[in-house]
């Protein structure tokens, strides 16, 4: 299968099979489960450069990796911004570190989320802890020499205490981006909207041919957006999701990932919406 899902995944050489020393610099905690890290490379380690959508192998000495997306602004060189949830022993390890510790980073790794441009409507869609891979897109659209004609930011959680970055959404509604979060299921002090994120799909305007629309979230959650674009007219090439199963060396070498002919680590996990549809059909486990 030919992929589409430009620009090409980074170039794999000797370095980036070996984690590199990278310090902490700070930590804060987003929920519960969820914190975000920022790390800057130790003395004599490079500071490698990465793009919207990428991940790097974050290393937890003694425990082992895990892939993580930078969650952070990929314009700041020597620094990278990870959004961690602690579901198993090596994650558990990456979100308890504190600033000072070193962690090994490896990569980057991945294909990208594609260019808005000046005439793009960018629809941002995410699910949870989707919002992650996306946020450095929304700091790219606001701070890149050629901002889209617009952003809108559509955000689900399952519950308004597991929302991600409240005060960035603030903050980018402020800035004219068309924010619209909703919860699956509400708390008494919740006095926002309740539904699935698709449902906000029919409250924006759009146009079919600007709109470019970049998706994360559970799989489920982006079927059922895509099939909500698809129903306003947007060309399935004009959308792209990201896919996270299973990687587990990054470069395609233990097949953890593998989809048919494809590897998630190596021709992901960004894929335009007609590449990821044959993929998608496989449910996941």
């Known amino acids: 299968m030919a992929l589409r899902s430009a620009p090409e995944p980074a170039a794999v050489d000797a370095a980036t099979m070996r984690p590199e020393p ?23 380690t490079p500071a490698r450069a990465y793009r919207p959508g990428q991940f790097a192998m974050l ?22 911004v990870h959004t961690v949830r602690a579901v198993g022993a090596v994650t558990r390890r990456v979100c308890a570190a504190r600033p000072g510790d070193v962690l090994g980073v490896r990569g980057p790794f991945g294909t990208a989320w ?48 597991e929302l ?42 759009a146009d079919p041919a600007r709109t470019l629309a970049v998706v994360c979230g559970p799989e489920v959650m982006m079927r059922f957006t895509v099939s909500a674009l698809t129903d306003r007219g947007v060309a399935p090439e004009r959308m792209h999701v990201s896919l996270e199963r299973n990687m ?29 549809a044959p993929l998608m059909a496989v449910r996941e486990l």
Not at 249 to 276: E, K
Request: aromatic residues 6%; hydrophobic residues 40%.
């Open 114 to 161: 594609p260019q808005a441009g000046a005439d793009d409507h960018l629809v941002v869609v995410a699910g949870g802890i989707g919002l992650a891979p996306l946020r450095p897109v929304v700091y790219r659209a606001l701070g890149g020499p050629e901002r889209p004609g617009r952003v809108t930011v559509l955000y689900g959680g399952r519950r308004p205490e």
């Open 164 to 205: 991600l970055f409240r005060d960035e959404l603030d903050a980018w509604a402020a800035a004219g981006v068309d924010v619209a979060i909703t919860v699956d299921r509400a708390t008494p002090a919740w006095r926002g909207r309740v539904g699935l994120v698709t449902r906000l799909i029919d409250g924006i305007e």
């Open 59 to 80: 290393y937890a000495f003694g425990v082992g990796e895990a892939p993580i997306s930078v969650s952070g602004d990929v314009a700041a060189p020597g620094r990278l």
């Open 22 to 44: 990278w310090r902490v610099t700070s930590r804060s905690r987003e929920t519960d489960d969820t914190w975000t890290l920022a790390l800057e490379p130790t003395a004599g």
């Open 248 to 276: 587990q060396c990054a470069v395609g070498l233990c097949g953890h990932c593998q989809l048919g002919t494809v590897l998630v680590c190596r021709d992901g996990p960004v894929f335009a919406y007609p590449d990821a």
